[in-house]
């Protein structure tokens, strides 16, 4: 609940410090004091707009800060611990506002945005006022009342979840879908491509066998002459030859009678060609043997290359990287066949999370269905008590459009009121009547307040257009939230302010150069002379103080 409220230099409040407390709390004074100035700076620290109209003039800045005690708002102290905010069971929010404009908000003294501080907010208090941006005229207001109300708030939680699911495993599937049609050509021009180059079936190393068998048979004719020369000279030459000269030649050094290295080595070198010389010899003899220069043959490895080469062309790489490429085209095809097994997986995981959510969003219609009426009922009666004979309450519940997963569930939730008889129900944010509004806003918070996270309700001159017996209900039932929690609330009539547990009086001082809203509480006695004032004027009787004396005492009772 909110427990201190300081404001300074905030439209004409040069400094205010409130301590508050649970329980029903009136503020009261005369018109134009600044009554509704406590809570539009409170509404600041909970992230409301603000501009530098209001500092007060002569300021560089408005600062405003709230705090509240946390000790029954868990989700609260959950919501701080995971951005690392504070774990203690207080926070301080604040707001300052600069003369230039300018704005900044923070958490527990940490810098933060302007919607971390309304996220907040809405945890901690709920101010209800005959402006259109209260909480009561959304219909996620609507939603999270009447599941509090049923309390089925933690099964809605669930419901949310599994659509959440749902939605993202969706999201993945049309992704795997929208390109499965790419993917399936892709996929048969990769087999297609794939068959060929299994067709050729090419080895390791048969590429440059062929080039070099190619070069060989298309040279057939030179290269056994070729060898055939080269065999003359050295071994068959009549004229002369390599083997005949190096046989002379070794003979020549050694018919010598010599000891000298030189001559010694030169004749080792000699022998050494000579040897190497035969197993030349050797070689190309055997080279002759085992040739065919067959035509079918060079034939055959030339159709085999250019079909090679085509390929490679056709793929546009080197004919060596064929090999390769055949790899990284099955390991493509292994890939898609993989990706259509992952949408058969994901198809599956989604036809799960929607048979998940069907059962717990049809349990949650039902708990809903069954709530809706009793709350209608329930707020219904609250209506004739507070001055609106023949008005109508009801939760109307009706279907998504879409039958696809919705997060809050297989309904919207929609309040709709009829404040006159004979006039249909309409969504509340049509009400004309701010004051109607404000009024059957009081009947809703006094039927779910026992099941409302929210802890601290404002609620901001809700009796405007009322008095009277209607008047008298509106306090009992402000002190009946009070009792379960704490409320503030702005009013001018005596039978609202009497049944407070504690009373504020805002009042102006004014000096010759300045006016100051300020704000004091009041003791018993200051309460009866408050009521008694709000009796009767300025002058107080006897006989107003009697009867404001006998309502503040009936109101303890």
Avoid at 247 to 270: H, I, M, Y
Wanted: proline residues 3%; charged residues 25%.
């Amino acid at each position: 609940m909110l427990v201190h409220l300081a404001i300074h230099n905030y439209a004409i409040v040069e400094q205010l410090d409130l301590e508050l407390r649970s329980g029903m709390t009136a503020i009261t004074g005369e018109t134009g004091a600044g009554k509704s100035i406590m809570l539009d700076a409170l509404g600041l620290t909970l992230g409301d707009r603000a501009d530098s109209g209001v500092v007060r003039p002569g300021s560089d800045k408005a600062d405003i800060l709230a705090t509240f005690d946390l000790a029954d708002i868990a989700e609260a102290r959950d919501w701080l611990a995971e951005r690392d905010l504070g774990d203690d069971e207080q926070v301080i929010l604040r707001r300052v506002i600069t003369a230039e404009g300018r704005s900044r908000g923070y958490i527990n003294g940490t810098p933060c945005p302007q919607a971390d501080l309304r996220e907040l907010g809405e945890l901690l208090i709920d101010i209800h006022s005959q402006h259109e941006h209260q909480s009561l005229l959304k219909t996620d207001t609507h939603r999270r009342l009447l599941d509090e109300y049923a309390g089925c708030a933690d099964l809605a939680r669930q419901v949310q979840l599994a659509a959440q699911r749902w939605r993202q495993t969706q999201q993945a599937l049309d992704k795997a879908n929208s390109s499965s049609d790419e993917q399936q050509a892709r996929l048969q021009l990769l087999t297609y491509q794939l068959e060929e180059l299994e067709a050729l079936s090419l080895g390791d190393n048969e590429l440059k066998e062929l080039e070099q068998q190619q070069r060989e048979l298309s040279n057939a004719e030179s290269l056994l002459a070729g060898c055939q020369q080269v065999i003359d000279l050295c071994a068959d030459s009549d004229a002369g030859n390599v083997l005949s000269a190096l046989n002379t030649s070794l003979n020549r050094l050694g018919g010598f009678q010599s000891n000298s290295p030189a001559l010694n080595e030169a004749a080792n070198l000699l022998a050494s060609a000579q040897i190497q010389v035969e197993e030349a010899i050797g070689e190309l003899h055997r080279f002759l043997d085992h040739f065919e220069a067959d035509p079918q043959r060079l034939q055959d490895i030339e159709e085999r290359l250019s079909l090679i080469y085509q390929l490679a062309r056709k793929h546009k790489v080197h004919p060596d990287e064929l090999l390769s490429l055949q790899q990284q085209l099955l390991n493509e095809v292994e890939s898609l066949n993989a990706n259509d097994q992952a949408g058969e997986h994901l198809q599956e995981e989604l036809d799960a999370y929607a048979r998940h959510y069907q059962s717990k969003a049809a349990e949650l219609s039902q708990l809903r269905s069954q709530a809706a009426s009793s709350l209608s009922s329930a707020v219904d009666e609250q209506m004739q008590r507070l001055g609106m004979p023949g008005g109508c309450f009801s939760v109307h519940l009706s279907a998504h459009e879409s039958t696809d997963p919705h997060p809050n569930g297989a309904e919207r939730v929609e309040f709709l009121v009829s404040t006159n008889p004979g006039q249909p129900a309409k969504p509340l944010a049509k009400v004309a009547s701010g004051g109607e509004l404000s009024r059957i806003s009081l009947a809703i918070q006094v039927i779910t307040a026992q099941t409302s996270r929210v802890p601290t309700l404002v609620f901001d001159e809700v009796d405007v257009g009322i008095g009277g017996p209607t008047a008298e209900v509106v306090g009992q039932l402000l002190r009946q939230l009070g009792a379960r929690g704490q409320v503030l609330t702005v009013t001018h009539l005596p039978q609202v302010a009497a049944q407070s547990h504690q009373q504020l009086f805002v009042y102006k001082q004014r000096t010759a150069h300045s006016t100051q809203s300020a704000v004091r509480e009041l003791s018993h006695d200051e309460r009866i002379e408050e009521v008694a004032r709000m009796l009767g004027g300025i002058d107080l009787t006897e006989a107003s103080l009697a009867h404001a004396r006998q309502m503040v005492g009936s109101a303890n009772h």
